[in-house]
């Protein structure tokens, strides 16, 4: 089995940083894309950031140039550093990886639990 596990997540103030991090463990023979996803209250999931095996990185518009996602593949960890946080960010945060248990397996979509953050004005 193949787990994703989320931290860093808490109460901030508008205007201040976090850092999320997302480990993945288990029977892991390759990991491709890792991202970031969040859900507000009464809003439907929304991709955060994603960065592929080659680090090449996507934002949504709302994030760029606040927000930056990297990994460590040695350590099957992708991270999120969010600075200049605003209210809107206010959701649950939720790390997605994308894996190959065996190399003749198809790649799958692993969710973590997912950590909240607060944003307060």
């Known amino acids: 089995q193949v787990q994703v596990v989320e931290s860093g997540g808490g109460l901030v103030q508008a205007g201040g940083s976090l850092r999320l991090s997302c480990a993945a463990s288990?029977?892991?023979?390759?990991?491709?894309?890792m991202g970031w996803y969040r859900q507000a209250p009464g809003k439907q999931r929304e991709l955060v950031a994603r960065?592929?095996?080659?680090?090449?990185?996507n934002y949504a518009d709302s994030v760029k140039d606040r927000f930056t996602i990297s990994r460590d593949n040695a350590k099957n960890t992708v991270y999120l550093q969010m600075n200049r946080l605003k209210p809107e960010d206010t959701a649950v945060y939720y790390c997605?990886?994308?894996?190959?248990?065996?190399?003749?397996?198809?790649?799958?979509?692993?969710w973590g639990q997912g950590t909240l953050v607060t944003v307060s004005s």
């Open positions: 997605n990886a994308l894996v190959k248990i065996t190399t003749t397996l198809p790649w799958v979509a692993v």
């Open positions: 288990g029977s892991i023979f390759a990991i491709n894309d």
């Open positions: 960065i592929s095996s080659d680090t090449s990185t």
